[in-house]
């Protein structure tokens, strides 16, 4: 189902209805209804609230995005996503993880309050990295969720150091997957444990498709499916699980955008204080749902784990 489709009849695009509510009109147009004889009168905009100043570590996107994933948060579901889908990990105090793509880091420290699990975190973009690394400080989690900036030329995780390596929808933007991978799978313990989610090419889809340019920005490196299963296999890997969650993740972004709409005065102050923020976070996540709902795009979740000696796990 597209998003036009979502609840019924033809709506008008995600970023028409958002912008619009910003504006300060609850009552948008579906797609192509005809005219009313009366319309319906505008309704007020909310009153916006005093907004905070930015922390030295900290910008206006980091602020918009936290409107709609929640608190610490950068990408869809935020930190009850990162942990419902990591329950299957067995994580507790006595594991330790590598998560490659913290965002703002609000999955980590969610993972390390729930089970106590050591967290040892990389982040691809610089400003991201910085920010989750302030605010674990800040929270006082610093000593077990350790984040810090990747960089492709140092990256030198511990052989055998981890019980577990997570990743969500973040090496779609590695060029280098493949050296990547091979350091993710050397980091890992005997029977240790990788869970990853990406956005992966469609089949028959192409990368070189222009509706994709406005995916994420910088450059990009889409996958299909069958190059992650193909890695698993040529590597110390069982692929235990490959899953289209694309129906899932989409709800969470749907979920998110509908926590940002109903924001009230905190969401308008800092729409009104950020407008070209708000308006950039918008197109992208229009873009990213366009991408989807046209089948160029899926996303996928990958668990295997490094072979071994010890009986395979039999439960996912």
Known sequence: MSIAQDRGAARAPLRERLLSWWSGNDNVPAARRPRAAKPAAPVAPAQQEPVEPLAHWENPAMRIAQLAWGEGCSKPGGGDHLLELSRPLGLDATKSILEFGTGLGGGARALRRDTGVWIEGYEIEPDLARAAKQLAIRAREEKGVDIACYSAQSFAPRPGGYDCILSTETLYRIGNKEDLLIKFEQALKPRGQMLITDFVLAP?????????????????????????????????????????????????????????????????????????????????????????????????????????????????
């Open 204 to 316: 028959g889809a192409s990368a070189k498709d222009p509706r994709l340019k406005a995916f994420a920005p910088g450059p990009l490196a889409f996958w299909p499916a069958a190059h992650y299963a193909r890695h698993f296999r040529d590597r110390n890997l069982d692929l235990r699980v490959s899953e289209d969650i694309t129906a899932d993740y989409r709800k969470l972004v749907l979920d998110g955008c509908k926590r940002f709409t109903e924001g009230g005065p905190r969401l308008v102050g800092h729409a009104k204080t950020y407008p070209g923020e708000t308006v950039a976070f918008l197109d992208l996540w229009a873009n990213r749902m366009t991408a989807l709902d046209a089948g160029l795009v899926k996303v996928m979740r990958f668990t295997a784990i490094k072979s071994g000696n010890i009986k395979l796990m039999s439960n996912w």
